[in-house]
């Protein structure tokens, strides 16, 4: 299964302690500016903003706050050493291996993907984060020694308990797994549909179990949500291109239709009563 993720973006995560403050939007730029940091670059906040999946806004008032505990400069370059140490946790045998290389390599880490921008993209940045933890660990064939839980992965994706609850919810239903009694994950392989909600790379480049979460060579029955949506997606956009009204105007129709709580579900209904609408207006 982890081939179907060869050609996503990724990015090298640290494993936190309890007392580490920051926030999964602060955790996730300064995991991507660290990597920069040991080719000397400084990247900006639209290529964070690329690179993790986030709002250039939200980049930058992450940057405030890194630079508010001191893991970042005033010119937002990383302070290397890292003044705050205990916050990740840190691996003997890579402090050995590369104790004399950039700090950033001394930390147990993991691999998040990158969310695919767009506002068709179902899944939040969260969500990729939870994700992303459990097929890493599922993977690597290692998950926590008394087995998962909310509270685990809201430490380990500095995000919280409510917020997975949330993110378990929803990658549930759109069957890019199933929980399984005693908090274990039953991993399934995706459809295209689902891998388009991550970012390819460039192209030059309850009680917990401890029993293993299962991999399994077949499509979740909820996948099909993000199927049957995808084609009407298609009958939508060709629908639209028939109608004599600008493209502003169709954008904003299409806008309206997709982002509706009952889509696909009688789509053309309410596209008819837009485009009637508009073209009344036009007319007076």
Not at 93 to 110: I, Q
Not at 148 to 165: D, F, G, I, N, Q
Not at 166 to 176: A, P, Q, W
Request: net charge positive.
């Amino acid at each position: 299964m982890s081939e179907q993720f060869a050609n996503k973006k990724y990015i090298q995560m640290f494993f936190t302690t309890k007392i580490c403050p920051l926030s999964y939007t602060d955790y996730l730029s300064y995991c991507y500016r660290c990597y920069q940091d040991r080719f000397n670059v400084i990247p900006t906040y639209r290529r964070i903003a690329k690179a993790t999946g986030v709002k250039e806004e939200t980049v930058s008032a992450a940057t405030a706050r890194l630079q508010k505990v001191n893991l970042l400069a005033a010119d937002a370059a990383v302070i290397s050493p890292c003044p705050n140490l205990d916050w990740f946790q840190q691996c003997d045998a890579l402090l050995e291996k590369f104790g004399d290389d950039h700090f950033s390599l001394w930390f147990r880490n993991w691999r998040c993907f990158v969310r695919r921008p767009g506002f068709d993209n179902p899944l939040r940045v969260s969500d990729v984060l939870v994700y992303s933890v459990i097929l890493n660990s599922a993977v690597k064939n290692w998950k926590p020694l008394h087995g998962w839980s909310k509270e685990y992965l809201a430490l380990v994706t500095r995000t919280s308990p409510e917020t997975v609850s949330k993110s378990l919810d929803r990658l549930e239903k759109l069957g890019f797994f199933s929980v399984l009694d005693g908090m274990r994950f039953k991993l399934y392989k995706l459809r295209e549909s689902q891998l388009k909600c991550f970012s390819d790379k460039v192209v030059h480049s309850g009680v917990a179990s401890p029993d293993p979460d299962e991999f399994v060579d077949e499509f979740a029955p909820a996948s099909q949500v993000l199927e049957q949506s995808e084609k009407a997606n298609q009958e939508f956009i060709d629908w639209l291109k028939r109608w004599p009204i600008s493209d502003k105007d169709k954008d904003r129709v299409y806008y309206t239709v997709y982002r509706h709580s009952e889509w696909p579900h009688g789509w053309q209904d309410k596209a008819v009563k837009l485009v009637g609408k508009i073209m009344e207006h036009n007319q007076c």
